[in-house]
């Protein structure tokens, strides 16, 4: 089964602090990977998206890779702020049979500590 | 843009009991999503539809039903609802399949008792 895993569950950092959060994927195939950000209580906001073509992409503070030969994406996330704080999802689009649809992973809960 | 609603923002519903609940967007996507979201299990997709009049099944389909019968909406319906449905469910929509991101609803709480 392909699956999709976030570690850790949850960090807690400082503000200011520059921090990484870790995405791994057991099958190398696919066409994307995509971070997002869930507030509580609130749907899911795109951060980056990664064509399996590319190996990074950045947004401001934030730089995600993608290597799938390791089957590894990290969120490079730089000076963190409070209002960075949220669960943080990875979602891959394997391609083949199935390729209509994201899995998931867990999430990173990120607190900031101002 | 409103982007993708959802209504209602929460349900609490008795076993047996049956409801729909509303996806719109207004971003013109082709394609659109159910998903659930459990703690623990991450989300998962329930259906999914590649355009207008046209629905499928995805990983969790069983218990629920679909319809698009205009391409801005997309309804997930409950027939008998089950306490193992109690979930928040997120509608999400794309205009292209594999290369685009995916913009989500901002969810419906669901309580099942």
């Known amino acids: 089964k392909q699956e999709v895993t976030q570690i850790p569950a949850a960090l807690s950092v400082p503000e200011g602090e520059n921090l990484v959060l870790n995405c791994s994927f057991t099958?190398?195939?696919?066409?994307?990977l995509q971070w997002f950000r869930q507030d509580p209580g609130k749907g899911l906001t795109s951060l980056l998206l990664i064509q399996s073509s590319q190996r990074e992409q950045t947004s401001g503070r934030l730089n995600a890779s993608l290597d799938k030969s390791s089957g590894r994406s990290t969120l490079y996330i730089a000076a963190s702020q409070p209002g960075d704080s949220a669960t943080y999802l990875c979602?891959?689009?394997?391609?083949?049979?199935?390729?209509?649809?994201?899995?998931f992973g867990k999430g990173t809960k990120l607190s900031v500590i101002p | 843009n409103a982007g993708v609603t959802q209504t209602p923002k929460f349900r609490v519903l008795k076993t047996g009991q049956s409801m729909t609940l509303l996806c719109a967007q207004d971003?013109?996507?082709?394609?659109m999503y159910w998903y659930r979201q459990d703690p623990g299990m991450g989300l998962r997709l329930i259906h999914y539809s590649v355009g207008e009049g046209t629905t499928a099944k995805g990983e969790v389909p069983d218990g629920y039903n679909v319809s698009r019968l205009k391409k801005q909406n997309f309804l997930l319906g409950l027939e008998s609802a089950a306490p193992s449905q109690t979930s928040v469910y997120f509608c999400?929509?794309?205009?292209?399949?594999?290369?685009?991101?995916?913009?989500f609803g901002p969810g419906t709480r669901l309580l099942v008792l």
């Open positions: 999400a929509s794309s205009f292209r399949l594999a290369e685009e991101t995916q913009y």
């Open positions: 971003m013109n996507h082709e394609y």
């Open positions: 099958d190398s195939a696919i066409y994307n």
């Open positions: 979602a891959v689009r394997y391609s083949g049979a199935g390729s209509y649809q994201l899995t």
